[in-house]
């Protein structure tokens, strides 16, 4: 089955610590994007794709770090540097042809800072 | 200004009723647009996309897109009680350094009540 498979589905980081969240997927697909969702809140792109070894940074990038090294792989680093890490992460993909743009998401990520 | 925003919430409609979800977005170059829905603790699943001017119906769902106002719109005939979710507005950019930059708006809560 294609999709888009986000591991782990729940992780929870010490404080300082960095922390590496997982999205893979078997779509064929050029663009990844990395959301984070607060409560209450729609979703912030931290950083996007559109193709390999080469990302931008969406609206709040600081605290996080990404690599593109491959088509299927789109891992995001929460580093010590992102003063409020908590929240739910959402991994997605699609085409990069923008008339064919739909994007599709992972089942998420939910970071707890303890 | 932020670049997608939507209609506030929460939107209290009765069951067969006609529910009405608007957004507006601040970049003219934008030619994707698409709404999704998202389950309390569950990843946003797309409902439509649209990227021309004018309607696009798909069941009990129409989309409505205007350019010239920059104006997106999802109307949902007959609300079911299963409609109760969050509706999330999104917008790709086609043009410039931020090609294929996907930004969604903050998302307006949809309850039908029976």
């Known amino acids: 089955d294609g999709g888009i498979t986000q591991s782990p589905k729940y992780l929870f980081r010490k404080e300082g610590q960095n922390v590496t969240l997982s999205c893979e997927q078997n779509?064929?697909?050029?663009?990844m994007y990395w959301y984070r969702q607060d409560p209450g809140q729609g979703l912030r792109l931290i950083y996007y794709?559109?193709?390999?070894?080469?990302?931008q940074k969406g609206d709040i990038a600081e605290g996080y770090s990404v690599s593109r090294e491959k088509k299927e792989s789109f891992p995001l680093t929460v580093t010590s540097a992102q003063k409020n890490p908590t929240a739910f992460y959402l991994c997605?993909?699609?085409?990069?042809?923008?008339?064919?743009?739909?994007?599709?998401f992972g089942q998420g990520t939910r970071l707890t800072v303890v | 200004q932020k670049e997608v925003e939507q209609n506030s919430g929460p939107l209290s409609v009765p069951e067969g009723a006609i529910a009405s979800l608007n957004c507006t977005y601040s970049?003219?170059?934008?030619?994707?647009f698409f709404w999704y829905r998202q389950y309390s603790g569950k990843s946003p699943e797309l409902i439509m996309f649209i990227y021309s001017n004018g309607d696009k119906e798909d069941g009990r769902f129409t989309a409505q897109l205007n350019k010239a106002s920059q104006y997106v719109s999802l109307l949902i005939r007959d609300s079911q009680p299963s409609d109760s979710a969050t509706y999330l507005c999104?917008?790709?950019?086609?043009?410039?350094?931020?090609?294929?930059?996907?930004?969604f708006g903050q998302g307006t809560i949809l309850t039908v009540h029976p």
């Open positions: 999104a917008v790709r950019t086609a043009g410039g350094t931020s090609y294929g930059k996907l930004t």
């Open positions: 997605a993909s699609s085409l990069r042809d923008i008339g064919r743009a739909e994007a599709f």
């Open positions: 794709s559109q193709i390999v070894n080469d990302f």
């Open positions: 970049d003219r170059g934008s030619q994707s």
């Open positions: 779509l064929n697909h050029d663009a």
